[in-house]
């Protein structure tokens, strides 16, 4: 079974400072990697997708790396804004003969510190 | 259009109502989820459609029942729920597998249930 954790839980930064979130998952065998952002009582919403077959993927001050060997994602973020203070969650899809199962870690709770 | 739009933003039923939860999307994708995402929790996969047919049902009690009239629409019937059922219901979309394209997930901005 697909377990997917990340660490740390919460994280607490000033603002101007890089943020480094880590995603870390059991089976190897999965599709792709999504990261999402998650603000309080909201949806979530799609940051960066790396397919199986990628290391990294960048969107302007986003950029995460994936390493399926190891089972582990990395999302950075650069010169964090108060903006930034949300919960970003990693999921893994795995494919199943049934369908789709896209599997989430527990999130990490970011607060950026004007 | 990446947009998943789920109604109502808020519902609040009693254990004896009977009530629906909606989500439409029309970019085509052919897979669509409910996940139920409980406080400080991340989402729970309920239910998996692809291409109009229950795929994955994840042991979920038949208080929730899930129905796919079409490509664009997925809905949630809830009947008798309890309490401990108020959580925050997501639908999520993607390309059904075999298109060849990127199976990216989209979510909508989901139901806050509260049962009474």
């Known amino acids: 079974k697909q377990e997917v954790t990340q660490i740390p839980a919460a994280l607490s930064v000033p603002e101007g400072e890089n943020l480094v979130l880590n995603c870390s998952f059991t089976d190897s065998a999965i599709y792709n990697l999504q990261w999402f952002r998650q603000d309080p009582g909201k949806g979530l919403t799609s940051l960066l997708l790396?397919?199986?077959?990628?290391r990294e993927q960048t969107s302007g001050r986003l950029n995460a790396s994936l390493d399926k060997s190891s089972g582990r994602s990395t999302l950075y973020i650069a010169a964090s804004q108060p903006g930034d203070s949300a919960t970003y969650l990693c999921a893994v899809k795995v494919i199943k003969a049934a369908g789709n199962k896209l599997t989430f870690g527990g999130g990490t709770r970011v607060l950026v510190k004007p | 259009d990446t947009e998943v739009t789920q109604t109502p933003k808020h519902l609040v039923m009693g254990m004896t109502n009977k009530k629906s939860l909606k989500c439409e999307q029309h970019?085509?994708?052919?897979?669509m989820y409910w996940y139920k995402q409980k406080a400080k929790k991340p989402p729970e996969l309920m239910f998996v459609?692809?291409?109009?047919?229950?795929?994955i049902n994840e042991s979920v009690p038949s208080r929730f029942s899930p129905e796919c009239p079409n490509s664009s629409l997925l809905n949630l019937h809830l009947h008798a729920l309890q309490p401990e059922d108020s959580a925050l219901y997501l639908c999520?979309?993607?390309?059904?597998?075999?298109?060849?394209?990127?199976?990216?997930?989209?979510f909508g901005q989901g139901t806050r249930l509260t049962v009474v």
């Open positions: 790396i397919q199986s077959s990628q």
């Open positions: 459609y692809s291409y109009e047919k229950l795929s």
């Open positions: 970019m085509g994708h052919r897979a």
């Open positions: 999520a979309s993607s390309h059904g597998m075999g298109t060849g394209g990127r199976t990216e997930a989209f």
